[in-house]
């Protein structure tokens, strides 16, 4: 079974800090691939960013910025110099390959990053 | 555009008058799933198509049927809504099981 934590419920921050939302996950398998997602007020969903198993290497875009560890299987992800924009709520994704696990995605409970003027 | 739609966005409705939800995605993806959102329980997938005419179960499909007769179209049928189904519901569409899923905007139900 896949589990993704994310064991910050809300993070409160003035506008131009940064902030790094922890993203803890657990599977069996060997290939996965994780994704965060943004839910702004508005209520939908936003893809933000997809890594797969294989490949460790950081990546950023923009005032994003993702850091993927094997080791500790963690993915965090930086908002540099945060923006009133950035509040939203983020989740953290898992899925496997394994045709057992379907397409489901097995989401984390969320970070709501709150940014403030 | 390519974009998930579904409709409607918003209802109220009351305990066992049958409703559908629709969702069509302009994408051309072989993968649509549904889920809900709930407060404290999170985003859980209810039924996934991985092409047409293939469905299968997710997380949470009790009181849910789903029938995928075209690639395009992946309506969520609620036959004797519960006040339990009260929810956020989401759409989503990809066209691998790793790839990106892209999620329509939600349908918010009220189950009276």
């Known amino acids: 079974a896949q589990k993704v934590t994310q064991a910050q419920t809300e993070i409160s921050v003035v506008e131009k800090e940064d902030v790094t939302l922890d993203c803890v996950y657990e599977?069996?398998?060997?290939?996965?691939?994780l994704f965060w997602y943004k839910q702004p007020p508005s209520g939908e969903l936003v893809f933000l960013i997809r890594?797969?198993?294989?490949?460790?290497q950081n990546e950023i875009s923009g005032r994003y910025s993702w850091n993927f560890q094997k080791s500790t299987s963690s993915f965090n992800f930086t908002i540099t110099a945060s923006q009133v924009v950035d509040s939203a709520v983020y989740f953290c994704?898992?899925?496997?390959?394994?045709?057992?696990?379907?397409?489901?995605?097995?989401f984390g409970g969320g970070t709501r990053v709150l940014v403030k003027p | 555009e390519a974009q998930v739609t579904q409709n409607p966005r918003y209802l109220i409705t009351v305990t066992g008058k049958k409703l559908t939800v629709t969702c069509s995605q302009n994408m051309n993806h072989e993968y649509m799933s549904w889920y809900r959102q709930d407060p404290g329980l999170g985003l859980r997938q209810i039924y996934y198509?991985?092409?047409?005419?293939v469905t299968d179960k997710g997380d949470v499909p009790e009181g849910y049927k789903v029938s995928r007769k075209e690639k395009r179209n992946f309506p969520l049928i609620l036959e004797s809504p519960s006040p339990n189904q009260t929810s956020l519901y989401f759409c989503?569409?990809?066209w691998g099981r790793g790839q990106p899923q892209h999620f329509g905007d939600g349908t918010r139900l009220s189950i009276l």
């Open positions: 890594r797969n198993s294989f490949d460790e």
């Open positions: 994704a898992l899925i496997t390959t394994i045709k057992a696990a379907g397409n489901k995605l097995t």
């Open positions: 599977t069996r398998d060997t290939t996965y691939y």
């Open positions: 198509s991985m092409n047409v005419e």
């Open positions: 989503a569409s990809s």
